[in-house]
């Protein structure tokens, strides 16, 4: 059987104690508002009754049989926890089934070994298009479904979900890191140091491995920001600006764009006794293989270009559909926020995929957005453990991470904290508590950890924001 969901990701350095199953503290008991819900966990008196009797008659059964005490007598059962999931599936952009699909097969996981801390886990889902207001109708139906939370979820569009959900009083717990709000709302608890660590990582990550850098990137306001947290990386390694070529995140080839990077990212090799390659690093999401199709047809030119990228544009898939060993791929440098797909640590979900998630290949081990839900409920699994209650609340799920609850993820990222007495993040970014990146490669194929241990880039946002 498969071990109790968070034994092993969640109480590996310190398990909690038992105690008794009844609600600590009032406050966990209150709804968003700060008023008695307006359902509790004691049945109502009929069924009270009805319950009484059932109970009897069944207990009366066993001690004549000699079958001994009934099992959960004790405390009655919980009340199920709630909560919402939405990503964009089915559209022109990025998309991420994986990370909706990953939440139902987590819910099945728990269901099946008892719920999480005594509750069933409900997981409603939604699409959020790509669009603001898709995003906006899944928030509203949040609100309407009356979840505790919103977990593991990605969306751009993050004035137009984080809105709603404040006002309700919802919290929205380790989402993708792809929209600005999630690291300055007050309500968020990212997982993950979003864009910003990543592309400050890739550029200290460069700095020691490239001769020459060019990066690729959307010409919109987000893009903006990419080559400015690329160049602060390099430049913490003592490396010059990357040369910027601006990209249109819709294309359907970029020929162009290519000839452009590879030729800023090659110049002056010849003359050069600096033998590393020029890298050209590439932020277009899922149009990433659309870029490196139209840089594969390239005329070979005798320069030693490597490709570079981070995760959410790179990943274990798109190296194999591109050629694997074979393909442009082979030797690229990755940035990542968690250890490369084989690391060891990922073994439990992976056992959760292969017994839970059945045939829905949606669910992916090696994408970064089903690893993004996989951490995200675990950080729900330990707050729900800690508020210790028969009935769940989104105010007890928001005061109990805000209170300074340490949740251990089994080490695919460092301890998480989100403690309002101590300092959070960089003033840019308060809400992000993981600054941590990993370094990776492509080798014979596949994606393996370049450096052993997570690198912290704290200091190269910092310096970032001064400049």
């Known amino acids: 059987m498969t071990s109790r969901p968070g034994t092993a990701a969640i109480r590996e350095t310190s398990p ?3 105690r008794a ?8 008991r209150t709804s968003r508002a700060g008023t008695p ?3 509790t966990a004691a049945p109502r008196p009929g069924r009270r009754r009805a319950a009484a009797t059932a109970v009897v008659a069944v207990a009366t059964a066993l001690l004549a049989s000699g079958c001994g005490v009934l099992p959960g007598l004790d405390g009655g059962s919980r ?5 919402m999931t939405f990503a964009p599936e089915g559209t022109d952009a990025t998309n991420m089934p994986g990370m909706p699909a990953m939440a139902k097969a987590y819910a099945r996981w728990v269901n099946a070994n008892g719920g999480v801390d005594g509750h069933r886990l409900t997981v409603v889902t939604c699409n959020e298009k790509n669009t603001a207001e898709g995003a906006s109708q899944c ?3 949040a609100v309407e479904e009356d979840v505790v939370a919103v977990v593991g979820s990605y969306s751009q569009h993050g004035r137009a979900f984080t809105a709603p959900l404040q006002v309700a009083g919802i919290p929205f717990v380790g989402g993708f890191g792809a929209s600005e709000e999630e690291f ?3 309500l968020s608890y990212p997982v993950n140091g979003g864009p910003a660590a990543l592309f400050a990582g890739q550029g200290r990550q460069l700095a020691d491995t490239c001769r020459r850098v060019a990066i690729v990137r959307p010409d919109s306001i987000a893009g903006d920001k990419l080559p ?3 160049d602060a990386g390099l430049a913490q390694g003592g490396h010059s600006e990357a040369v910027d070529v601006l990209a249109p995140d819709n294309a359907t080839e970029y020929t162009r764009q290519a000839d452009q990077a590879r030729t800023k990212a090659g110049e002056g090799s010849e003359a050069s006794d600096d033998k590393r390659p020029g890298c050209v690093t590439t932020a277009l999401g899922d149009r990433t293989e659309t870029f490196v199709d139209s840089f594969r047809r390239l005329p070979d030119d005798g320069r030693d270009i490597a490709l570079s990228s981070v995760v959410g544009s790179v990943g274990q898939s798109l190296i194999d559909r591109t050629g694997g060993r074979s393909g442009p791929f082979e030797g690229a440098f990755i940035t990542g926020w968690y250890p490369a797909a084989a690391d060891p640590r990922w073994n439990q979900m992976k056992n959760v995929i292969d017994e839970h998630a059945f045939a829905d290949n949606r669910v992916d081990p090696t994408d970064v957005g089903t690893q993004t839900t996989w951490i995200a409920y675990t950080v729900l699994n330990a707050t729900i453990e800690a508020i210790d209650a028969d009935e769940i609340t989104a105010h007890a799920v928001s005061q109990t991470l805000a209170d300074g609850l340490e949740v251990s993820t089994g080490g695919v990222t460092p301890t998480l904290r989100w403690d309002r007495g101590t300092k959070l993040g960089t003033p840019d970014f308060p809400r992000a508590v993981n600054r941590h990146v990993t370094f990776n490669v492509v080798r014979e194929g596949r994606l393996v950890a370049q450096e052993p241990d997570f690198v912290n880039v704290d200091a190269i946002l910092s310096a970032q924001r001064k400049n």
């Open 16 to 18: 909690r104690p038992q």
């Open 21 to 28: 199953r009844t609600a600590r503290t009032s406050k966990a």
């Open 37 to 39: 819900p307006t359902r």
């Open 79 to 83: 009340e199920p926890v709630k909560v």
């Open 139 to 141: 928030a509203r139906q």
């Open 184 to 186: 300055t709302n007050f």
């Open 228 to 230: 400015e947290l690329l």
